[in-house]
Each structure stands twice: as structure tokens, then as C-alpha cells.
């Protein structure tokens, strides 16, 4: 299995510029997320999905669009970059929730490094 | 509002020492609480997660985690670090919902040979 794969692994934008960030899962998980990290303050949720066709906001969607067609594919949309939205990208997978075991970890994409000039 | 703080930006320590980093927590209700690790260039790793039950949860890589409730604590613990467990780590609190997590800001260890 190749896990979760994200491309590109680096982009460079211009402001107001619009992009598509890839994220693919071949493990038949369930939930799919997208999360981003900035130096200081951790990962944050931008938005989720429990399946296809169903998409949801987490902390800091402002910027972001996210459809869930495939239970594999998830893809991130930028719709005008702002210099604010520079930073490094992570989509996450995991099963759905198994009763009585809380959580199920997630497994991480190896990150795309965006900066918006 | 759930939220997790790492008080330490980093930690040193000596290869075959402990090794201890801290994470406490806020949270209403009962705690779901993640440990993951960022090597790197690297997405980040499962560590190990506690639910309910015991206080001492056992993971990956020979780590574990001691939750102390009345200290609203859930700080990684190693017995003997290596230099391969150099790398970022973060804590994380379920908020709000399955699987959605708030991070703290990550803790670097650093360990020396």
C-alpha cells in the first residue's frame, strides 16, 4: 500500500492565484482530513470528511473549498491565495469510528510546502 | 473550550537516559487523548492514544504515556532514548467530535549521543 499520498510536495503562488492540493488514500479509510502547521502553534483542522460525498468545516476553513467524490480522493482547493495561506499542508486518514475503541489513528501524508509571494 | 499546552519548545537529553515531555490538557468531559511524532520532512505518526482504563497507556517505539487526571496531565515517557527518537513531538485533545483533534504546539527532543 503507498498509504496517503499528497502532490505537489512544494508550490510557489502568487496572491490571489487559485490551486488544487492533492491527497489520495489507498486503505478504504473512511475519514479524511486536511490539516495545516505553522511554526508555534501545531496542526490545525482546515476541513474533514466521514465519506464520500459528505465534507464538513473544522477550525480554519476561511479560503478553502473540499469535496469528497471518491472514497480515495480528497483534494483541497485554494481559491485566491493570500500570503496568510503560506504554510505546510497535511491530509490525514483513518476507519471510521470501531465502538469502544475511541478514536482510530490517523495516517498522514507526507505534507506540500506552499508559499504564497 | 478543549485545548492542550506543551510548556517545553524542546527537550535534551542524553542517549540511555529518560525521558519525559510534558503535555497537559483543558477539556470538558472526559479527556481522548494522542500522542504523534513528526520525523523529518515527514506527516506525522500515531504514538499511542488514551481512551479510559488504565493510566499508564503503552505504544509505539517502546514510549507510554501516564494520564493524571487530577493534574490534568498526559506528559510521553521513555525509559532509555535513543538518538533515533530525536524528532517533533505533538499532544492532541479530541474536540468537538470524532477524530478532530486540537494539537499543542510540539515539543523538539533532542537526543545526544
Known amino acids: 500500500n503507498a498509504g496517503v499520498t499528497q502532490t505537489p510536495k512544494f508550490q510557489v503562488l502568487k496572491t490571489g492565484q487559485s490551486m488544487t492540493l492533492q491527497c489520495a488514500q489507498d486503505?478504504?479509510?473512511?475519514?479524511m482530513s486536511w490539516y495545516r502547521q505553522d511554526p508555534g502553534m501545531g496542526l490545525r483542522l482546515i476541513h474533514y470528511?466521514?465519506?464520500?460525498?459528505?465534507?464538513d468545516q473544522g477550525e480554519v476553513p476561511n479560503g478553502y473549498n473540499v469535496s469528497r467524490s471518491t472514497t480515495e480522493d480528497f483534494p483541497l482547493r485554494l481559491l485566491s491565495a493570500a500570503p496568510s495561506q503560506t504554510s505546510v499542508y497535511f491530509c490525514?486518514?483513518?476507519?471510521?469510528?470501531?465502538?469502544?475503541?475511541?478514536?482510530?489513528?490517523?495516517?498522514f501524508g507526507p505534507g506540500t510546502r506552499l508559499t504564497v509571494l | 473550550a478543549q485545548s492542550v499546552a506543551q510548556p517545553e519548545d524542546q527537550v535534551n537529553v542524553a542517549e540511555g537516559n529518560p525521558l519525559t515531555v510534558k503535555c497537559t490538557y483543558s477539556v470538558s468531559g472526559n479527556p481522548y487523548l494522542f500522542w504523534y511524532v513528526q520525523y523529518p520532512n515527514r506527516g506525522l505518526q500515531f504514538l499511542l492514544k488514551y481512551i479510559t482504563g488504565d493510566n499508564l497507556v503503552k505504544g509505539s517505539y517502546g514510549f507510554e504515556a501516564e494520564f493524571n487526571k487530577s493534574q490534568t496531565s498526559f506528559h510521553l515517557k521513555k525509559p532509555s532514548a535513543l538518538v533515533s527518537d530525536s524528532a517533533l513531538y505533538f499532544c492532541a485533545v479530541r474536540s468537538g467530535g470524532y477524530n478532530k483533534l486540537i494539537f499543542g504546539a510540539g515539543t523538539r527532543l533532542a537526543v545526544h549521543p
Open positions: 470528511s466521514v465519506g464520500a460525498g459528505i465534507t
Open positions: 490525514a486518514s483513518s476507519f471510521r469510528r470501531t465502538s469502544g475503541r475511541g478514536d482510530n489513528e490517523q495516517f
Open positions: 486503505m478504504n479509510h473512511e475519514y
